[in-house]
């Protein structure tokens, strides 16, 4: 018996059978053993786990989760950023910290280590590829780091950023084929002295297990791309690549 199962075992039996295999194998995964391990469930719970008319479960998701985690990486990644390169500026430091902590790098975090795989989701939502699309995988991620924040606090969510996202740093930054728009934006706007790229939900339409955002990207107030996605994350990438285009083709013509 591993040392999770025991702890595990330790804390009760008021989980299903599914649930304790999940539990013991993300606790595995990051190292970090949970005092409260039904943070940790709620964090591996996505919103279709439960059916809208269950009223009793109906805000028993990882979405808060996420939430929280988001903010608790960023500060993690640009802390081991600004002290890891005192020689660059904002702007560089930002572009880094976009790649490291957006959609497509933690649902690679996520694929690589399956955490993926021990996700609480309908059936329904399981057939339609939920488990492998890049935008559940990447915010159960967060609500996991978020689990961790709220349980053992900043240093055990520090200690688990470093090891499983920060330590492949080199090679997600030498990955040529994740274009960061946003953070492109947002130096070439840096570099005119410029005002900073704002992001703005113009609408959202669909279900809840296919929505569907439209997002405008304004600078000093100046509409200059919107972009459209299945996510408020890749809408705001493909409105900043709008942007982009924009920009660059008026500095050409100019």
Known sequence: MGL???????????????????????????GYHFRNLDLLLLALTHRSFYKPTDKQHARESNERLEYLGDSVLGLVVADLLYKDHPDLREGRLTKMKAMLVNEITLASIGKKYKLNEQLRISPEEDKLGGRLRASIISDAVESIIGAIYLDGGLPAAFDVITRLIYANKQEILSDKSQKNHKGELLELMQSRGEGMPYYEVESETGPDHDKQFTVLVTVNSNKIGSGSGHTKKEAEQKAAAMALELVRSQGKSS
């Open 4 to 30: 999770w199962t025991k702890l595990l075992k330790k804390q009760g039996s008021q989980y299903s059978d599914v649930d304790k295999v999940a539990l013991t194998a993300v606790q595995e995964i990051t």
